[in-house]
Structure formats: C-alpha cells, structure tokens
C-alpha cells in the first residue's frame, strides 16, 4: 500500500535545443555545391497534469530528478533534427507548485508559480530548449559558403516544491476518536479505518454526501492534539488540507472529558496555524447521542456552547444514525450561504507555504 505523501521537492531539466549543422551539397557535376545544413531539434517541455487518479506524491518521494528528451542535431541534405519527446508528470488534483528562488544573500524561498484544481489541468513547469540554425539558413546572394551555425539552447532547470492541498467542501475535524471516520463513513459511501485508538486515521480520508440532488465532498482529517499546530501528534502534518474547505465541522466526543475544553484545544490550534482558517465557517457536532450517559448530558451541553462560545450544536450518532439527516441538511444550507462570500483573502492566505525550504528536505 502506498503511504500518503503531500510534500515533495524535485529537480526538473526540460531538454536542450539540438545544434545546428554546418553541411554542403555534394553532388556529381556540381563542384560547389550549396549549404544544406538543417537545424536542430527543439528539446522537450516538462509539463505537470493533474489527475483524480491519484491521491498522494508518493511517486515523487523516492526519485527527485526528471529530465525531458534532448533536440537532436540538425543534419546535411537541409534535415531537421528531431524535438525531444515532452515529459509529463502527473500530480494529484490539489496539488500547488512552488519554485525555490536563492536571493542575492543566497537564501532559499518559495514562490507559488501554480495551483492545479481541476483533473486534466495542464501545467509548463520547465520550457524546452530552441533548436539551432543550420548553415543553410545563413545563405544569402552575397554569403554563398556561410560556416556558421547556432548552438542549440540549454532548456529551462529549476528546482520546485510540490504541495498536495486535499479538496473538498467540508473538513471534519476534532480530537483522536472523536468518532469522525465513523461520521464519514455513515455521510458518504467512503470507508475509512475506523477503531478504538487514538490515530486511526493516518492519512485524509475523502467521501462524497448526497443529499436530494446535492453531491458535497467531506474530509475526515486526522485527529489534532494539543500542539498540533507546532509539530506534535500528526495534525501539523495535515491542518494545510483543511485550508481549501468552506466549511469545518467540529466533531466532539463528550466521553472524552468536558466538551468545552476538547472544542477549545481544537479552536487554538486552528488559530495558531492560520488566522484564514480559524475564521472559516463552522459547525459542532456532538457525537455518540446514542450513549445514555451524552444522552442525558446533553441539555447541558446545549446550555454550555451557547453561554460560553455563543454557539449552537448538532446532536447525532454515527453508530446509530440518529441526527444525520438534519446534519446533512445544515451542513447544504451552511455552503449555500457561503456561496457568495469573498474569498480573495483566503486566497491570498493559500499563496503562501506554511513550509519552510528545510522542512520539505526533511519530509
């Protein structure tokens, strides 16, 4: 099984320009024949395309070099080398491309130069190299038996980052067993890993709800710890997946201890990591109604989140069922008014890496 991966760095050559040949006719009876050298071959593009067939960079994290085909020489007779064959890396939907820049002190940053969204979204990460000019096209009436010839140009080198930014409507969000795989699983037809320990989830699991004519995709992020968002447990490794949700739903577990403190873990974390993420809409979720002990303590529940977060929560059981299908229905209404909400500052907020350059090396 390929393990999730979503950070990569590579090194990407696209081809060089095959040179320009110097040639001349040589033909019975005519002593000075004319130039007849071709011109090279235009080296090949790399390109990156974005496909739902993938869901991870895996592919990318045991080889970091990729090099397109070389143009080909130009020959005599006026034959024009061949271009070298385009090199096209396919990249998950929701991937965003950086490329790393050295400044004049010699330091390393990250400038965003794409962000693929969309499956068959094509992408020209490195430009091929141009062909040279044979000699045949520096005749003229007054240069009959022209030498010169162009060299072939080096194709484009850079160095990038690959970041993989899950998309999908909803991120589902709480502490360790929280009961979000068992939420996913009951909204949508996904099965994710679903035990009693804290981790289940390693990796974002994605599900699609139908509600009536609605189709919302949902993403079961892995449990966040106190920390999270400063490299304990495994949420700092995935809180950049819910940056492209609309709509957070915080699902919490009252068994685990008081309710109020696990939603204001999870709050703070959010608000440490990004200020765009932490403002995003949001809904809470009280799971596991069908235990007699949250059953009975869930007035008071109610009680609390409107008195000291200014909140109102959803009821549900993801063991049950019970609550789902009003769930499903806030969760329509809730993007819906969403829907014309600007999003220019959340855009900017996706332009810039929560990475650093060492970080990605040590991934």
Same mark, same amino acid.
């Given at each position: 099984?390929?393990?999730?991966?979503?950070?990569?760095?590579?090194?990407?050559? =696209?081809?060089?320009? *095959?040179?320009? =040949?110097?040639?001349?006719?040589?033909?019975?009876?005519?002593?000075?024949?004319?130039?007849? @050298?071709?011109?090279?071959?235009?080296?090949?593009?790399?390109?990156?395309?974005?496909?739902? !067939?993938?869901?991870?960079?895996?592919?990318?994290?045991?080889?970091?070099?990729?090099?397109?085909?070389?143009?080909?020489?130009?020959?005599?007779?006026?034959?024009?080398?061949?271009?070298?064959?385009?090199?096209?890396?396919? #990249?998950?939907?929701?991937?965003?491309?950086?490329?790393?820049?050295?400044?004049? %002190?010699? %330091?390393?940053?990250?400038?965003?130069?794409?962000?693929? $969204?969309?499956?068959?979204? !094509?992408?020209?990460?490195?430009?091929?190299?141009?062909?040279?000019?044979?000699?045949?096209?520096?005749?003229?009436?007054?240069?009959?038996?022209?030498?010169?010839?162009?060299?072939?140009?080096?194709?484009?080198?850079?160095?990038?980052?690959?970041?993989?930014?899950?998309?999908?409507?909803? @991120?589902?969000? *709480?502490?360790?067993?929280?009961?979000?795989?068992?939420?996913?699983?009951?909204?949508?037809?996904?099965?994710?890993?679903?035990?009693?320990?804290?981790? $289940? $989830?390693?990796?974002?699991?994605?599900?699609?709800?139908?509600?009536?004519?609605?189709?919302?995709?949902?993403?079961?992020?892995?449990?966040?710890? +106190?920390?999270?968002?400063?490299?304990?447990?495994? *949420?700092?490794?995935?809180?950049?997946?819910?940056?492209?949700?609309?709509?957070?739903?915080? #699902?919490?577990?009252?068994?685990? @201890?008081?309710?109020?403190?696990?939603?204001?873990?999870?709050?703070?974390?959010?608000?440490?990591?990004?200020? #765009?993420?932490?403002?995003?809409? +949001?809904?809470?979720?009280?799971?596991?109604?069908?235990?007699?002990?949250? !059953?009975?303590?869930?007035?008071?529940?109610?009680?609390?989140?409107?008195?000291?977060? *200014?909140?109102?929560?959803?009821?549900?059981?993801?063991?049950?069922?019970?609550?789902?299908?009003?769930?499903?229905?806030?969760?329509?209404?809730?993007?819906?008014?969403?829907?014309?909400?600007?999003? %220019?500052?959340?855009?900017?907020?996706?332009?810039?890496?929560?990475?650093?350059?060492?970080?990605?090396?040590?991934?």
């Amino acid at each position: 099984m390929k393990h999730f991966a979503d950070l990569a760095q590579i090194h990407v050559k =696209a081809g060089d320009g *095959g040179d320009g =040949a110097v040639s001349f006719r040589r033909e019975k009876y005519i002593p000075k024949g004319g130039p007849d @050298g071709g011109n090279g071959g235009d080296g090949g593009d790399v390109y990156l395309v974005a496909t739902e !067939k993938l869901g991870t960079l895996y592919d990318f994290k045991h080889r970091h070099k990729f090099v397109a085909e070389n143009g080909e020489p130009g020959r005599g007779q006026k034959q024009t080398g061949k271009s070298g064959e385009d090199l096209i890396l396919e #990249v998950p939907v929701g991937t965003m491309v950086y490329k790393i820049i050295d400044d004049d %002190e010699g %330091e390393s940053h990250l400038k965003k130069i794409a962000d693929l $969204t969309k499956d068959g979204q !094509k992408f020209l990460l490195a430009k091929g190299g141009r062909g040279g000019r044979g000699n045949d096209s520096f005749k003229s009436s007054t240069h009959q038996t022209p030498m010169e010839f162009e060299e072939g140009t080096p194709g484009e080198e850079l160095d990038a980052v690959l970041e993989l930014k899950l998309i999908a409507d909803v @991120g589902l969000i *709480g502490l360790p067993s929280a009961g979000k795989s068992s939420l996913l699983s009951r909204l949508t037809k996904a099965t994710p890993e679903v035990a009693a320990y804290p981790f $289940t $989830t390693l990796a974002p699991n994605l599900g699609i709800m139908e509600y009536h004519d609605k189709r919302v995709v949902l993403a079961d992020m892995p449990g966040l710890i +106190e920390g999270a968002s400063k490299g304990k447990g495994l *949420g700092d490794e995935f809180l950049r997946h819910i940056e492209r949700t609309r709509l957070l739903v915080h #699902v919490i577990d009252p068994m685990q @201890g008081d309710p109020i403190d696990s939603y204001r873990v999870i709050r703070k974390e959010l608000e440490e990591y990004s200020k #765009v993420l932490a403002e995003k809409e +949001e809904l809470v979720v009280i799971n596991k109604i069908d235990v007699t002990e949250v !059953k009975n303590m869930l007035p008071e529940i109610e009680k609390e989140f409107k008195s000291k977060v *200014g909140k109102d929560v959803l009821a549900v059981s993801a063991a049950t069922g019970e609550g789902l299908d009003k769930l499903k229905k806030v969760i329509i209404q809730t993007l819906k008014g969403l829907e014309n909400r600007p999003s %220019e500052k959340e855009d900017r907020q996706l332009d810039m890496p929560v990475f650093t350059i060492d970080d990605v090396k040590h991934y």
